[in-house]
């Protein structure tokens, strides 16, 4: 069974790669290159997979995983200019793609301190940017590069 | 091929455990747990697969579908209080989880060996929580 719950954040960002030059960053990123960055209401999605537990009828206590999403994820980012408010974009250009992988990552790291010995697991991260630009990330398909490691290659590379 | 119809019905619930206390019920389901109940308007929508007929071009006459949803899940459970009139609640807690089985489990009967067949039942609770039941949810059991 699976439970997906939704919440809702904005936010700003720009698509800007250092390692390209100002005519490739625009025809790459189009209006999302803009110098000053824009803005969107975005909507996360936050699916969980397992067993309904036969005494309780409940897959997880939702508060828990609430409380998880609110203080480790939308803390970070909600209200918040991507790309200089938040650590993880230092290096990493804030494409909604690369948010659902910090996300992953946020979710995976503090998954024991909030969720306990829970045998939920986290199963996808859907993250619809405008009405028609949604992102999905499946979490137990294969494996993934973690946002962190994908950051210290960019970095790698900048050198 | 996949066709999904949406049916809604609202109905109020409680969720707690008889053997438990007040606070213990208030740590496990928040609000929910208020012994009066309260209500939401759930929605659910209900995915078969199969081939669309090769003269009409359906997949299922949708009228037939419609019917379905209104004799298993809106006619029972529209304007219920579930715990109290929609078995079995009575007995097991009427979570978004046990709903969308219960769901499964009448529909099931339905499309039981017949083509198309039942995919996935995802029930809303609100428009931001939903619950997914599936086949390969029961394959163990």
Sequence with gaps: ?159 | MFVTRKAEFSASHVCRLAHLSDQENQEIFGPAANPNGHGHNYVVEVTLEGDPHPITGMVIDLKELKQILEDEIVTPMDHRFLNYEVAPFDKTVPTAENIAREIWFRLEKRFRNSSPSLRKVRLFETPDLYVDVAGEDFASS
């Excluded at chain 1, 000053?36 to 005494?55: C, I, P, Q």
């Design chain 1, 1 to 159: 069974m699976k439970l997906t719950r939704r919440y809702h954040f904005s936010a700003s960002h720009r698509l800007h790669s250092p390692e390209l030059t100002k005519a490739e960053n625009t025809r790459l990123y189009g209006k999302c290159n803009y110098p000053f960055g824009h803005g969107h209401d975005y909507v996360l999605e936050v699916t969980v997979g397992g067993d309904a537990d036969s005494n309780t009828g409940l897959l997880l206590p939702i508060a828990k995983l609430d409380r998880l999403v609110r203080e480790k994820v939308l803390q970070l980012i909600a209200h918040r200019n991507l790309n200089l408010d938040v650590p993880q974009f230092a290096h990493l250009i804030p494409t909604t793609e690369n948010l659902a992988l910090v996300i992953a990552d946020l979710l995976e790291e503090n998954w024991p301190a909030y969720l306990g010995q829970s045998p939920v697991r986290l199963h996808r991260i859907h993250i619809q940017e405008t009405d028609r630009n949604g992102f999905e990330l499946l979490l137990d398909s294969r494996p993934r590069t973690p946002a962190r490691h994908r950051q210290t290659e960019s970095v790698a590379l900048n050198a």
